[in-house]
């Protein structure tokens, strides 16, 4: 006769159940999950992250209307990304959706969407008759996208970061970006009609790496991300303003877009003295003695 011990299992057969007992109600009892096997996820998460899969295929279509010679789609299409993007953010912060894996999704889209796509688009537009100088530039600037948008993340979680930073980008946001070197796209498309040949290339080059190095670099852009509110007395001509800008947009969208790119581009300087202003006036408050 055998007696060595009995080796007991941390959790129990589903015949152990006892007589009459139905086995799929016996099975939570008995230490068993049949059929779920993982933590449901609440609709309030989901729905931003199908907002950042809307804006990486809007990105990836962008690349396929660009090879296709359809320039002024492929645009749009980076435009619509642009849009979806900046939802996704206030829609998880709206909704309390916010998780660690719908950052880590917005990156990686915002990395094609913003960084891959713009520069393709451009490549397969005017840089590849530069050849390798043309294709180098494309590459500068999908790789300063990719540094800005890590720097990013690793800033976001700095718990020391004052509040005031709250009001500035450092570097280019990669959306703006995306947004704004396109610019010799517009001006092409539009009524200027600024011709795409072989001398405007270096001029297109040069343009792509100086927006290149503003989004890697530490330069201040303010952020917008605090704008949410509209004092009651304004509202009928915020709302009108608003109107007005679509119907352009809709209207002359490439000439809009140039408007806007090199309006973007003027707020820089007043970006960068507001912020070391703020930088001054915080320094300075810390040197003071409590």
Same mark, same amino acid.
């Given at each position: 006769?055998?007696?060595?011990?009995?080796?007991?299992?941390?959790?129990?057969?589903?015949?152990?159940?006892?007589?009459?007992?139905?086995?799929?109600?016996?099975?939570?009892?008995?230490?068993?999950?049949? !059929?779920?096997?993982?933590?449901?996820?609440?609709?309030?998460? =989901?729905?931003?992250?199908?907002?950042?899969?809307?804006?990486?295929?809007?990105?990836?279509?962008?690349?396929?209307?660009?090879?296709?010679?359809?320039?002024?789609?492929?645009?749009?299409?980076? =435009?619509?990304?642009?849009?979806?993007?900046?939802?996704?953010?206030?829609?998880?912060?709206?909704?309390?959706?916010?998780?660690?894996?719908?950052?880590?999704?917005?990156?990686?889209?915002?990395?094609?969407?913003?960084?891959?796509?713009?520069?393709?688009?451009?490549?397969?537009?005017?840089?590849?008759?530069?050849? $390798?100088?043309?294709?180098?530039?494309?590459?500068?600037?999908? =790789?300063?996208?990719?540094?800005?948008?890590?720097?990013?993340?690793?800033?976001?979680?700095?718990?020391?970061?004052?509040?005031?930073?709250?009001?500035?980008?450092?570097?280019?946001?990669?959306?703006?970006?995306?947004?704004?070197?396109?610019?010799?796209?517009?001006?092409?498309?539009?009524? =200027?009609?600024?011709?795409?040949?072989?001398?405007?290339?270096?001029?297109?080059?040069?343009?792509?790496?100086?927006?290149?190095?503003?989004?890697?670099?530490?330069?201040?852009?303010? $952020?917008?991300?605090?704008? !949410?509110?509209?004092?009651?007395?304004?509202?009928?001509?915020?709302?009108?303003?608003?109107?007005?800008?679509?119907?352009?947009?809709?209207?002359?969208?490439?000439?809009?877009?140039?408007?806007?790119?090199?309006?973007?581009?003027?707020?820089?300087?007043?970006?960068?003295?507001?912020?070391?202003?703020?930088?001054?006036?915080?320094?300075?408050?810390?040197?003071?003695?409590?």
């Amino acid at each position: 006769m055998n007696t060595s011990p009995r080796k007991f299992s941390l959790r129990r057969d589903v015949s152990d159940a006892e007589p009459g007992q139905d086995r799929e109600a016996a099975a939570p009892r008995l230490g068993l999950v049949r !059929g779920r096997r993982f933590r449901a996820v609440p609709l309030r998460i =989901i729905l931003p992250n199908l907002v950042t899969l809307l804006a990486l295929c809007m990105g990836l279509t962008s690349i396929r209307f660009a090879v296709e010679g359809q320039f002024e789609i492929a645009v749009l299409a980076v =435009i619509v990304a642009a849009i979806l993007d900046a939802l996704d953010g206030r829609l998880a912060r709206a909704l309390r959706g916010t998780s660690r894996f719908g950052a880590e999704l917005d990156s990686l889209a915002d990395f094609v969407d913003f960084g891959v796509a713009p520069g393709l688009i451009l490549y397969f537009w005017n840089l590849h008759q530069m050849k $390798s100088l043309g294709w180098f530039a494309a590459l500068v600037f999908a =790789i300063a996208c990719a540094l800005r948008l890590a720097r990013f993340n690793v800033m976001s979680e700095d718990p020391n970061e004052p509040d005031w930073q709250a009001h500035f980008f450092i570097g280019m946001p990669a959306p703006a970006g995306a947004v704004v070197v396109l610019l010799p796209l517009y001006l092409n498309l539009s009524i =200027i009609g600024v011709p795409a040949t072989h001398w405007f290339a270096p001029f297109e080059i040069a343009y792509v790496l100086g927006i290149a190095l503003l989004m890697a670099s530490r330069i201040a852009h303010f $952020s917008g991300k605090r704008i !949410g509110r509209v004092p009651r007395e304004y509202v009928i001509v915020v709302l009108f303003g608003i109107a007005i800008m679509v119907l352009l947009l809709a209207t002359f969208p490439m000439e809009m877009l140039a408007f806007l790119s090199l309006a973007y581009l003027a707020t820089i300087p007043f970006a960068v003295r507001r912020h070391q202003r703020f930088a001054a006036a915080d320094a300075a408050a810390r040197q003071t003695p409590q």
